[in-house]
DNA sequence: ATAGTGACAAAAC
DNA sequence: TGTTTTGCCACTA
C-alpha cells in the first residue's frame, strides 16, 4: 500500500506510531518529512483528530521547542507530561529538558528511501 | 467554491 | 529580550 494513498492524517499517524519509545519529536520535523514542512499546523491538528487514535502517541510529539503545547488538548492537565516522564523523558513546566537528547527525527531514523545513504 | 480554523514555525518589531 | 504578526497548508462547514 502506497502511504501516498492515505491521507494526511493517515501520514502523521503513520510516522508518529513509528516514534520509538522514549523519543519525542516535533510537528515541524513530521511535516517536513512528509513533504509539507510549512504545514507543520497540519500535524499538530491531524493530532487533534487522532485524540479517539490509541495508536497514536501524540504525547510523543511536541513543538520545535520541546514544549507540549498540545497537552490542552489532553485528558488532563498533565497527563502529556505524565506519559513522556513515564518514557524516561525529563520533562519540566510542560517543556521537556533534554529535547535535544532524546529527539528523533523520522527523516533521519527511518532515512528515506532506497536504503542507500551515499 | 469561499471562508474559517488550527496542538507550528519563523520573521518582524 | 520578549512579544506580535504573518505565512503556510490541509481540512471542515
Redesign the pocket.
Known amino acids: 500500500m502506497n502511504p501516498d494513498n492515505e491521507?494526511?492524517?493517515e501520514k502523521v499517524y503513520a510516522v508518529a506510531r513509528k516514534i520509538p519509545y522514549g523519543r519525542v519529536t516535533?510537528?515541524?520535523a513530521i511535516a517536513r518529512y512528509l513533504g509539507?514542512a510549512?504545514?507543520?499546523?497540519?500535524?499538530?491538528?491531524a493530532?487533534?483528530a487522532?485524540?479517539g487514535r490509541e495508536d497514536v502517541p501524540?504525547h510523543r510529539?511536541v513543538?520545535?521547542?520541546g514544549i507540549l503545547?498540545?497537552k490542552?488538548?489532553?485528558e488532563g492537565t498533565n497527563l502529556m507530561q505524565q506519559l513522556l516522564e513515564n518514557e524516561g523523558a525529563e520533562v519540566e513546566d510542560s517543556r521537556i529538558k533534554n529535547f535535544g537528547e532524546i529527539f528523533w527525527d523520522p527523516s533521519e531514523e527511518l532515512g528515506r528511501v532506497t536504503g542507500d545513504k551515499e
Open positions: 491521507n494526511f492524517f516535533s510537528y515541524g509539507t510549512r504545514s507543520a499546523r497540519m500535524v499538530g491538528w493530532m487533534n487522532c485524540n501524540a510529539v513543538n520545535r521547542k503545547t498540545g490542552h488538548h489532553f
